[in-house]
């Protein structure tokens, strides 16, 4: 079967369907893969669809270029202030924010189709959170996972810190949250947060072997 490729209305987010594998890739490279409101619009559509689409069988989510997912977008969330932005309150702010993690780690995570994270490179922050709400990890050998939120001041979000605790246990995810060291991928594999650990170039092939 030849591979279909679905619009999902952003370069930010791409989609293609082969053989009952969904592959979505987070496609901002030039950013490391870091979230945009155009990439969490369109992975909550695609992974509600997903759901109930009987032609996807399993979820794989990637990264494109050298990196997995950098998290948000420090710079254009600091170029937005404090999130009151138009008619936003604080509280509608949070609660836009709940929704949105609910609908795409959240999504991920309880999803009752495989879902299968493929990091090609780095898993930071939010993407780190991404990358553990899949059921299984492939790893390239040259990614590195960390928290990365106590280097901006942040709390760990889109459930990474429930995520990790069930992993690794509450007291080496609040080593990992509070230190935000990095995890190697031969350390991730060791400490059961990497299933997988492969050379670069082949990641995907062994991850859509994996996935079939």
């Known amino acids: 079967m030849t591979a279909r490729t679905i619009d999902t209305g952003t370069t930010d987010l791409l989609a293609t369907l082969d053989d009952g594998v969904l592959v979505l890739t987070l496609n901002r490279p030039e950013a490391r893969n870091a979230m945009s409101a155009a990439m969490n619009a369109a992975l909550s559509e695609q992974l509600a669809k997903a759901e109930l689409d009987n032609d996807v069988k399993v ?11 950098a998290g948000g977008d420090v710079k254009g969330m600091a170029a937005k202030g404090d999130g009151t ?4 309150t604080i509280d509608q702010a949070i609660h836009k924010q709940r929704l949105n993690q609910r609908n795409t780690s959240g999504k991920l995570f309880r999803m009752p189709k495989p879902t299968i994270a493929a990091l090609p490179g780095p898993a930071a922050g939010a993407g780190f959170s991404f990358a553990l709400a899949c059921d299984m990890r492939v790893m390239s050998r040259t990614a590195f996972m960390t928290t990365a939120f106590a280097r901006v001041g942040f709390s760990g979000d889109y459930g990474g810190t429930y995520f990790l605790a ?11 949250y509070m230190l935000s060291d990095r995890v190697s991928a031969d350390e991730a594999l060791r400490l059961g947060l990497a299933n997988w650990v492969v050379e670069p170039d082949q990641l995907m092939a062994k991850t859509m072997e994996i996935a079939r």
């Open 85 to 88: 932005v138009g008619n936003n």
């Open 59 to 69: 979820i794989v989510l990637t990264g494109a270029g050298n990196g997995f997912c």
């Open 166 to 176: 069930q992993l690794v246990g509450s007291a080496k995810a609040r080593e990992l």
